[in-house]
């Protein structure tokens, strides 16, 4: 399995660590990870100055603490990116003591005490991290916070009730876009009205800048009630002939009512089929 956003030790510009401490190896397997945070404030920052923060915690745990190496095995940002720390083979120094940091692999997010609820690229982030480890480990399936076995706040109460969840991918859809809609809008009217030929409307392009699947709706309404209107028309005009029809008979023996309502109503039929054809 490959991290997609993923950067080496050699991308973020890490300082060499300090032999011999810094080169020592697990000695068993993992049995999975545990979770931090940064245990101060943070200020959210461009995914530009990342790499730079993760710099600043090496010199930290270097200088500040007098450790080998920055502390932890995967350092990951509020963008998602998973930083390699001491990465897989080389044991961490984040957990607590020596134990613990042999047991599981130590993962941060760039997570602070006002940082609030975390977004979802960071825990994702993070999961890419949990799941790295445990494909490429050896590493259990355990997830756990750095305050199990250890007396912390770490990694805050917001990881942590993600941690206890069983640290679960999120599957919120990112919204769709303006330019997304315009160019579904554009799909639909090349290939369903303009490129298909289903209906013709001389006004279904996408050079119509009003262009839209509703106006074929409208104008299908529009027509259809002056049909209706005209039919309507015709029967009137029928029954006013029947009756004129009838009027003349009473005074004239000589005319065959039913052949000429016949003759009538023939042309009627023919002329109504003719407006709807229009
Ligand atoms: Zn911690
Ligand atoms: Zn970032």
Not at 145 to 150: A, L, R, S
Not at 183 to 208: C, F, M, S, Y
Not at 248 to 274: F, H, W, Y
Request: neutral net charge; glycine residues 10%; proline residues 4%.
């Amino acid at each position: 399995m490959e991290l997609v956003e993923y950067v080496s030790r050699a991308g973020w510009g890490a300082r060499a660590y300090r032999q011999p401490s810094g080169a020592i190896q697990y000695s068993r397997p993992r049995k999975g990870v545990k979770v931090h945070y940064l245990g101060g404030a943070y200020s959210d920052r461009p995914h530009s100055q990342c790499s730079a923060y993760v710099r600043q915690i090496q010199n930290q745990h270097m200088n500040g603490n007098g450790w080998s190496d920055i502390g932890y095995s995967f350092v990951v940002c509020t963008h998602g990116t998973v930083y390699e720390g001491r990465g897989l083979k080389r044991r961490n120094s984040a957990n607590g003591n020596t134990s613990l940091n042999e047991q599981h692999y130590a993962v941060l997010g760039l997570h602070g005490t006002n940082s609030g609820e975390p977004g979802a690229k960071l825990l994702d982030g993070i999961r890419d991290a949990i799941d790295y480890c445990r494909k490429n480990g050896p590493c259990g399936s355990e997830i756990k916070g750095h305050k199990d076995g250890y007396a912390t706040a770490c990694p805050g109460p917001e990881l942590y009730a993600w941690v206890r969840a069983g640290a679960p991918r999120s599957d919120k859809e990112e919204p769709v876009t303006e330019a997304e809609m315009k160019k579904l809008a554009e799909l639909t009217a090349e290939r369903v009205w303009v490129k298909d030929h289903l209906i013709d409307v001389p006004w279904g392009t996408t050079q119509n800048p009003h262009w839209a699947a509703g106006n074929i709706i409208t104008d299908t309404g529009n027509v259809l009630r002056e049909v209706r209107g005209r039919v309507k028309q015709v029967q009137a005009q029928q029954e006013t002939i029947r009756e004129l029809v009838q009027a003349l008979a009473s005074r004239d023996e000589a005319i065959d009512v039913d052949a000429l309502i016949q003759r009538i109503e023939e042309r009627i039929s023919a002329l109504d089929v003719r407006i709807v054809a229009e």
